[in-house]
């Protein structure tokens, strides 16, 4: 059975410290995901890596930075922590298309983070 | 870039009864697919179905199926024989066909449906 995992299903920070979220899949997938979901914006990606090492913004980097040492953990890093970054963390995976292919991105099963 | 829009926060229906979800999008690209997801309260994102932008045959899953009207840009769930298991947040999303291994599987989503499944 495919599975992504996260590392927290609830988590409460303080203002200022450095969160670290952690994504792990099992099924040897190339392309993995951290987005971000808030009520009435849908779910918004952050960043994405179709490698080990590699990474790329996705549409709100911004406060966030991600680690990609292995090929199964994908790593979502908030710096300094702020308020405005309390939501819903969800990590997808899915593996590398070739030509028009359709592969289906699999997701975990969300990590709400909360900063007081 | 590529926007979805739904433009239904709340919707609500009787069991057994049919209920249609809305959605539009906008792409300038010609190879997609389209796709509804449903996340029920336990969180897990769960593929209802999906929509291949290059066939004109509307997907169908079971109680589940899709109107996919390309030149309108519109994309719509229609739920058959509604069921209390049904009750959840239904998202459409988007993702631009993997040719030349450029889209990486990103998808871009809507706002979401809050579908509630009345007895």
């Known amino acids: 059975d495919v599975k992504v995992t996260q590392s927290s299903r609830y988590l409460v920070k303080r203002t200022g410290e450095k969160v670290f979220l952690e994504c792990v899949q099992d099924m040897d997938h190339e392309n993995m995901f951290w987005y971000r979901q808030d009520p009435g914006l849908g779910l918004r990606l952050i960043y994405f890596s179709y490698d080990v090492k590699m990474k790329e913004k996705g549409d709100i980097p911004e406060g966030y930075s991600v680690s990609r040492e292995k090929k199964e953990r994908f790593s979502l890093i908030l710096e300094s922590a702020s308020t405005n970054q309390t939501s819903m963390y969800l990590c997808a995976s899915t593996p590398l298309g070739e030509g028009l292919t359709y592969n289906e991105q699999f997701f975990g099963p969300g990590t709400r983070l909360t900063v007081l | 870039a590529q926007t979805v829009t739904q433009s239904q926060p709340e919707m609500s229906v009787q069991e057994a009864e049919t209920v249609t979800l809305s959605c539009t999008y906008d792409?300038?690209?010609?190879?997609?697919?389209l796709f509804w997801y449903k996340q029920p309260p336990s969180r897990q994102m769960i593929l209802v179905i999906r929509q291949e932008a290059y066939k004109q045959q509307n997907a169908t899953e079971n109680r589940f199926s899709v109107n996919f009207q390309k030149a309108a840009k519109s994309f719509s769930l229609k739920i058959s024989d509604s069921q209390l298991g049904d009750t959840a947040m239904y998202f459409c999303?988007?993702?631009?066909?993997?040719?030349?291994?450029?889209?990486?599987?990103?998808?871009?989503f809507g706002q979401g449906t809050i579908l509630t499944v009345h007895p």
């Open positions: 792409t300038s690209e010609s190879n997609y697919y």
């Open positions: 999303a988007f993702m631009i066909s993997n040719a030349g291994g450029t889209s990486y599987g990103k998808l871009t």
